[in-house]
Antibody, heavy 122, light 111 residues
Framework: EVQLVESGGGLVQPGGSLRLSCAAS????????MSWVRQAPGKGLEWVAN????????YYVDSVKGRFTISRDNAKNSLYLQMNSLRAEDTAVYYC???????????????WGQGTLVTVSS | QSVLTQPPSVSAAPGQKVTISCSGS????????VSWYQQLPGTAPKLLIY???KRPSGIPDRFSGSKSGTSATLGITGLQTGDEADYYC????????????FGTGTKVTVL
């Protein structure tokens, strides 16, 4: 059974940093692109970043470029999101998601974690 | 903000059909495949449709997808109370800032 379990969320002051982790199991992690998606309270989904199987390609939404870094450790079946210079508008539930290997293109996310809440507030 | 536009809400009685539109541009829907997601209250999103019109294993054929030009549509027939949820379209945007994009989201209400 595919499982994605996020951790590392919490309350952080504006300007602070946080590192999210996503532990993957039930599939060959190193064979999949992986993504982070966030959802502000009461708002819609926002794609944040994704990373290629070997970490050689990474893409980010403009609003987090230069502040967030996506990475992965295939030996540990883990995905990470390092978040620096956090702002109030980064407050959201952050989901880890797997890119479907059967998808022809266009970013399709076939499995999602339960999410971890990040609150940026003083 | 979202670059894909959806209606904020649609509603219908049980057993009826609803359609949800998703409008984009040539840099996203026009040149990439579209996916659709269902988010039940308090839960993570779930993939309903991928590659414009394909259903993952386990998704009933009451759910269908289509794409034409820079727009996509999700259809739900035989509406059930359990279909009451938020629905999002998603794709890749191949503009200068290559990134994933989602629609604004549509709340489906079963009357």
């Amino acid at each position: 059974e595919v499982q994605l379990v996020e951790s590392g969320g919490g309350l952080v002051q504006p300007g602070g940093s946080l590192r999210l982790s996503c532990a993957a199991s039930g599939f060959t992690f190193s064979s999949y692109w992986m993504s982070w998606v966030r959802q502000a309270p009461g708002k819609g989904l926002e794609w944040v970043a994704n990373i290629k199987q070997d970490g050689s390609e990474k893409y980010y939404v403009d609003s987090v470029k230069g502040r967030f870094t996506i990475s992965r450790d295939n030996a540990k079946n883990s995905l990470y999101l390092q978040m620096n210079s956090l702002r109030a508008e980064d407050t959201a539930v952050y989901y880890c998601a797997r890119e479907g290997i059967f998808c022809s293109g266009g970013s399709c996310l076939d499995y999602w974690g339960q999410g971890t809440l990040v609150t940026v507030s003083s | 903000q979202s670059v894909l536009t959806q209606p904020p809400s649609v509603s219908a009685a049980p057993g009826q059909k609803v359609t949800i539109s998703c409008s984009g541009s040539s840099s996203n829907i026009g040149n990439n495949y579209v996916s659709w997601y269902q988010q039940l209250p308090g839960t993570a999103p779930k993939l309903l449709i991928y590659d414009n019109n394909k259903r993952p294993s386990g998704i009933p054929d009451r759910f269908s997808g289509s794409k034409s030009g820079t727009s996509a549509t999700l259809g739900i027939t035989g509406l059930q109370t359990g279909d009451e949820a938020d629905y999002y379209c998603g794709t890749w945007d191949s503009s200068l800032s290559a990134e994933g994009v989602f629609g604004t989201g549509t709340k489906v209400t079963v009357l």
